[in-house]
């Protein structure tokens, strides 16, 4: 390990998450007379150092998204301060942007785009997306043509070949079928040996277990516990 | 800087390409749709409408043609951001581009009507009047609608955000808009005592520099510079009320 990995990559001071409840079809008198205050996160301060896995566990509702989509810099927190470095590719959503009408290619151009690669860097890394992916001569097809495993096996790829600094994971590493499940492992497995930052939240407490030596416990918008994972997640049981 | 720019033409693309994926004619329905306009208001308007205009064909085809992509754009681009909530949603990305890349492929729309339109004018012989002074009139006026359009979609896509009344009434404003702005007619036909209220409506200018080949009047030239100031203005403004609201968009799709 060099200096490298214990310098602070995202760092979190007193943050706090507010969101106004809206109400189906909110009227003008309800907008007048009726606004309900939900703090999705309470008092969040958290830093992450380079080289970290570090888990993420907590019911429904504990704030585990916001956290990551504050993180991941989709949303702002209310008060306090966030601050990042180096770039963070999500995989969350993996086939969001992804239109039914356009093929394999073309849709690997605008989501690579979005989740922030230069158009230099697609094209360099255009052969090993589509090769990882394997969706073989379906890739000159459009969209609508291809199974479900396809399409998401398309955005892995591409979220993945971004070559982020941080990435963040939400559940979906149990996607898709058994040897592409075994594939993206592999990949993961690269990232941790590259020593990357890895934010990963997950309810499968055994693989979290296996791949992160911390883990942060949520509840309702607060750190309840956080610590080795082995600890955590016995006390969350 | 380079990426937002690749982006927005990557966006902009993929507009014009899905519009006419799977369809028998493809790519010719950018020129089949205006085509069919212009036969049509030729033939209905210059029949009803008597103005002094010479050439009032190729003034109501250049008007049309100009409020079309400018009311198409304002109209698909405001609900936008709301339509593409999963893409707000999933990263995070310079959220201008949703609006502008709606706007851009509608202008790629109009440079083709246009060019269909010029193709007309040279077949029939009609270029007297299109002198250098009066093309370099129009590609202003053309930009500033562009510019003009711009900003008023960054403003109201913003806001459609918050207030999803907001492109109900985008829909309603601008068609009595139209009416309210000489395209199908000109100018001087309006009575001399209520022309001051029409000085107040900035896109006057815009639509008397893009007609000013085939019109008989000229607009004093305070009224204009003062309009492509307000033109200039709004777009600026458009651009900080967008980016001063972007932070939140996430939160209330």
């Known amino acids: ?237 | 800087m380079q990426y937002f720019f690749d982006l927005l033409l990557a966006l902009t693309i993929k507009e014009i390409k899905t519009r006419y994926r799977h369809t028998i004619l493809g790519i010719l329905w950018i020129f089949i749709n205006p085509l069919l306009q212009m036969i049509v208001i030729g033939l209905v308007f210059s029949s009803i409408f008597t103005f002094d205009i010479k050439n009032y064909h190729l003034f109501l085809f250049i008007g049309l043609l100009s409020w079309n992509f400018f009311s198409v754009s304002l109209n698909k681009a405001t609900p936008r951001i709301v339509w593409d909530r999963h893409l707000i949603q999933k990263s995070k990305f310079p959220k201008e581009v949703i609006p502008l890349s709606i706007i851009l492929s509608h202008f790629f729309h109009f440079i083709a009507s246009l060019g269909l339109l010029i193709i007309f004018i040279l077949i029939t012989k009609q270029w007297q009047m299109f002198n250098f002074n009066n093309i370099l009139s129009q590609i202003t006026g053309f930009i500033l609608l562009f510019i003009f359009v711009s900003g008023i979609s960054l403003f109201t896509s913003a806001l459609n955000v918050f207030y999803r009344d907001i492109a109900f009434v985008v829909q309603s404003l601008t068609l009595i808009w139209f009416y309210f702005t000489p395209i199908i007619y000109p100018l001087n036909n309006i009575p001399n005592n209520i022309v001051p209220i029409f000085y107040l409506n900035p896109i006057l200018s815009i639509f008397y520099l893009i007609q000013k080949p085939l019109i008989n009047y000229r607009l004093p030239l305070i009224i204009t510079i003062s309009h492509i100031i307000i033109i200039i203005a709004t777009a600026a403004c458009g651009t900080l009320f967008f980016r001063k609201k972007q932070k939140c968009f996430a939160d209330w799709l």
């Open chain 1, 1 to 237: 390990m060099n200096n490298k990995t214990h310098q602070p990559v995202v760092t979190l001071k007193d943050v706090s998450k507010k969101y106004i409840l809206h109400h189906e079809k909110p009227t003008i008198t309800d907008k007048l007379f009726y606004s309900e205050e939900f703090w999705a996160l309470k008092n969040i301060n958290l830093t992450i150092n380079a080289g970290e896995k570090i888990g993420i566990i907590g019911p429904n509702g504990a704030g585990k998204s916001t956290l990551l989509k504050i993180i991941t810099g989709i949303t702002f927190p209310t008060t306090g301060s966030i601050t990042t470095k180096g770039k963070i590719a999500s995989l969350i959503d993996l086939e969001a942007g992804f239109h039914p009408d356009l093929t394999g290619i073309e849709n690997i151009f605008i989501n690579g785009l979005l989740v922030g690669m230069s158009k230099k860097q697609i094209e360099k890394n255009l052969l090993k997306i589509i090769n990882f992916a394997d969706i073989g001569k379906f890739i000159n097809s459009p969209l609508h043509t291809y199974s479900s495993g396809m399409k998401l096996r398309l955005g892995f790829s591409t979220a993945i070949y971004s070559n982020p600094d941080i990435l963040i994971i939400d559940e979906v590493i149990n996607a898709g079928d058994e040897k592409f499940r075994k594939k993206s492992l592999n990949k993961m497995q690269d990232f941790f040996k590259q020593h990357k930052t890895i934010i990963f939240v997950s309810h499968s407490l055994q693989l979290l277990k296996k791949i992160c030596p911390q883990t942060i416990w949520l509840k309702n918008g607060k750190i309840k516990m956080i610590g080795p994972s082995q600890k955590v997640i016995s006390q969350y049981k």
